[in-house]
C-alpha cells in the first residue's frame, strides 16, 4: 500500500528519483519489477506495479467494445500507458517525455501514495487540488461513506 506525499524534482533527462518509503513498500517477487505510468486523472500521473496494473487491465477488458465511451477511454488510457524497468541504483525512474507534457511536469513534482497506485503530480497542480478540496474533506467523506456522527461512529455500507 502506497501513502505519503513527497516533494522531488525531475531532472533535466527526465529521471524522477521515487521516494525510498515508496519503494520499500514493494515485494518484486509477488508486485513484479518495474512500474506501469499512464495518464492520470485530474492532470497527474497514475504509477502502477505490474500485479495492479494486471487487474486494472482486466477491469478495463471488462467494459463493452460496443460502448463509445469506453472504447475513447480505452484508447485515450493504455496508448499512453509505458513499461518502465525498474528504479536504477539512485532509485530513479525515466519518465516519458510526452506523458509529461500531459501532466503539465516541469521540474517540481509531488509524488503520492493512493493505496494501491502512486500518482505524479507537477507541484501547481497539486497545490490547486488541495487548496480546491481540502475544506471539503468531511464533506466529501459524508457523502462516500453516509458518516453519521465523525467523532462516534462511522457506518460504512
Not at 500521473?45 to 487491465?57: D, I, K, S
Request: glycine share 6%; with cysteine.
Amino acid at each position: 500500500m502506497f501513502t505519503g506525499e513527497y516533494h522531488h524534482t525531475i531532472d533535466d533527462k527526465n529521471r524522477l528519483a521515487i521516494p525510498a518509503a515508496l519503494r520499500e513498500g514493494i515485494d518484486t517477487k509477488t508486485d513484479g519489477k518495474g512500474f506501469f505510468v499512464t495518464r492520470g486523472l485530474d492532470t497527474c500521473l497514475f504509477m502502477y506495479t505490474p500485479r495492479v496494473w494486471q487487474g486494472v487491465v482486466s477491469k478495463i477488458e471488462q467494459l463493452s467494445f460496443t460502448n463509445k465511451k469506453a472504447r475513447q477511454f480505452q484508447r485515450l488510457f493504455f496508448s499512453k500507458a509505458q513499461k518502465i524497468p525498474e528504479c536504477d541504483q539512485q532509485g530513479r525512474v525515466l519518465i516519458p517525455q510526452y506523458l509529461k507534457e500531459l501532466a503539465r511536469i516541469q521540474k517540481n513534482v509531488v509524488i503520492v501514495g493512493v493505496s494501491s497506485r502512486i500518482e505524479i503530480w507537477n507541484e501547481n497542480s497539486w497545490k490547486d487540488f488541495e487548496t480546491e478540496h481540502n475544506a471539503a474533506y468531511e464533506e466529501i467523506a459524508e457523502e462516500l461513506f453516509h458518516i453519521k456522527n465523525p467523532s462516534v461512529d462511522i457506518d460504512i455500507e
